[in-house]
């Protein structure tokens, strides 16, 4: 079993930063890649980002592409995501989520969810 923990969230303006960590532990051999996605009210959840363990390569949804960026640290098992420029559109609640990867190494097929983080982009 892994365990993934949030922190980071909260409310901020329009066109300010915030960083979100996920710490995980448990059994942390058993995934090679990580994501944080996130759910707004009346919508569905959505990938943001994606990171591979092993070689640390990323994949960003076009709405977040040049404003985030996920990144990890594999010697405290933590993966972060940096959200700069944040607006309104990206208020949600926002999960850590670890699995392995998909079919021609494209998904990262989630085991593990984290309990997520509110965030909350005031306009």
């Known amino acids: 079993q892994v365990q993934l923990v949030e922190s980071g969230g909260g409310s901020v303006q329009a066109g300010e930063s915030l960083r979100l960590s996920c710490a995980a532990s448990?059994?942390?051999?058993?995934?090679?890649?990580m994501a944080w996605f996130r759910q707004a009210p009346g919508k569905e959840r959505e990938r943001v980002a994606a990171i591979t363990t092993g070689s640390g390569i990323t994949r960003y949804t076009d709405d977040v592409k040049g404003r985030f960026t996920i990144s990890r640290d594999n010697a405290k098992n933590t993966v972060y995501l940096q959200m700069n420029s944040l607006k309104p559109e990206d208020t949600g609640m926002y999960y850590c989520?670890?699995?392995?990867?998909?079919?021609?190494?494209?998904?990262?097929?989630?085991?593990?969810w984290g309990q997520g983080t509110q965030v909350t982009v005031a306009s």
């Open positions: 989520a670890a699995g392995t990867l998909g079919g021609f190494s494209i998904t990262c097929d989630i085991k593990y």
């Open positions: 448990g059994y942390t051999w058993s995934y090679n890649c």
